[in-house]
């Protein structure tokens, strides 16, 4: 014969069957099987409520949750109550019996609460009609979150398998709350660092922009004007006849120097700030960037590039130019690829951004966590700046076979309006 592994008090009745809804152990278990995992409040205390009242063939009940700042204790979710009396019981800390329970952590039992001279608002559980009432505290780690009230219309004692019965599974929801309230916390921990991480990249960026506009306006032009006057007192001389070769040479050399110098800071403006990004857009500025990087060390690329069906928030598109460039980066400093290939295409409304080469490749097991000389830092990074505007990165590569990173911005991001969220940037 099953039976259902649950050692209850003497006066107690054992429960043999195991598909016994009554089983006090399978209850239980239900309960703790139902909110496993969820992180939604409102679903753990409903399914919480309904698995109790069933039980106890009740059908009236509901859950009052403690608000610590005004310690007020009110329903949050109930059964067979009416509207009024749900909305007009709102106790104190301390206040009638679900208020005791909620100050002291400990159960009340009753046969009949519409006699009881501690009950609040008497009028009220009398126009619901209520006679038992048993109201149990939802706690963990000694602290208190509201409690379970769970009412009849005829009076009723209560044996002592019902009390062990609603403790657990008090004790089974005041778990699964805190673990709801912590996670509501982290997700907006996480939001607020996402806020703060657009702040601040939304400020990097504006000083990387206004660097490039002064290297522009003034370094870049400077330069410009050295090597021009470089380049006539070279002719200069030439016309003047000047015989000095040391002094020629010195002429050349600092032209031909300045000359570089001035390539290098127009580079290092086009990285700080790509102007066509600003002009023409994304692609344009994606196009030219990987080919001004990768053509001249003899890399073939191609490209597959979709044009863009909905417009980009500036911040995403600096994101995704961001993106390429730390692909486009690893690609330089590791892959020893010959070929790349760049596209952005839409998948079922997903936008996808990709760049594999056929370099060496690598195990992506020795880059699960950055090393600490950097190795690995560069994907990290990749992969934070997508999680944190709401896209996905990935990496498909092997040791010989070379190496496809991939973006995702996902439909529903642009069907929700979830856009314009913080980024992360390194």
């Known amino acids: 014969m099953d039976v259902c592994r649950f050692t209850p008090p003497k006066s107690a009745n054992f429960c043999l069957k195991r598909d016994d809804k009554t089983c006090p152990m399978l209850v239980v278990s239900r309960v703790a099987a139902a909110i496993s995992g969820l992180s939604n409040l409102d679903a753990i205390l409903r399914i919480g409520l309904d698995t109790t009242l069933e039980f106890m063939n009740w059908v009236v009940g509901g859950i009052m949750l403690l608000d610590e700042e005004t310690n007020l204790l009110c329903y949050h979710v109930y059964r067979g109550l009416s509207d009024d009396y749900a909305e007009s019981m709102c106790l104190n800390l301390g206040e009638g019996i679900a208020g005791r329970v909620a100050q002291s952590g400990k159960a009340i039992f009753l046969e009949d609460i519409s006699v009881e001279p501690k009950a609040a608002k008497l009028d009220l559980i009398a126009k619901e009609g209520l006679k038992a009432f048993v109201s149990v505290p939802l706690q963990a780690k ?18 002592e398998t019902d009390i062990h019965l609603l403790h657990s599974i008090g004790d089974q929801l005041g778990i699964a709350i805190n673990h709801a309230n912590l996670y509501e916390q982290l997700k907006k921990e996480r939001e607020r660092y996402r806020q703060l991480a657009r702040q601040v990249i939304l400020a990097q960026e504006g000083e990387r922009k206004r660097i490039a506009r002064e290297l522009h306006d003034e370094t870049s032009q400077t330069l410009a004007g050295l090597a021009l006057n470089l380049q006539a007192m070279i002719e200069l001389a030439e016309m003047l006849g000047i ?4 002094f020629k040479a010195i002429l050349k050399k600092t032209h031909a120097s300045t000359v570089q110098v001035n390539i290098e800071v127009s580079r290092l403006i086009a990285d700080l700030r790509p102007a066509l990004l600003d002009i023409l857009g994304l692609i344009p500025a994606i196009r030219q960037y990987i080919e001004s990087s990768l053509a001249p060390l003899g890399i073939q690329i191609n490209f597959r590039l979709e044009e863009l069906k909905k417009t980009l928030l500036p911040e995403e598109e600096v994101t995704l130019f961001r993106w390429v460039q730390g692909a486009v980066g690893n690609i330089i400093q590791h892959a020893q690829a010959k070929n790349v290939l760049v596209s952005m295409l839409y998948r079922e409304g997903d936008l996808v951004l990709q760049v594999s080469d056929d370099g060496k490749g690598f195990n992506p097991l020795h880059l699960r966590n950055p090393g600490e000389r950097g190795r690995g830092y560069g994907l990290f990074n990749m992969k934070e700046r997508m999680n944190l505007i709401g896209a996905s990165c990935s990496v498909q590569t092997e040791p010989g076979r070379g190496t496809t990173v991939t973006a995702v911005i996902p439909n529903e991001r642009w069907l929700s309006g979830k856009r314009g969220a913080a980024y992360a940037e390194d």
Request: hydrophobic letters at 35%.
């Open 243 to 246: 015989q000095n070769e040391q």
């Open 142 to 159: 000694e602290r208190v979150f509201g409690v379970m009230n769970c009412a009849n219309k005829f009076p009723r004692l209560f044996t």
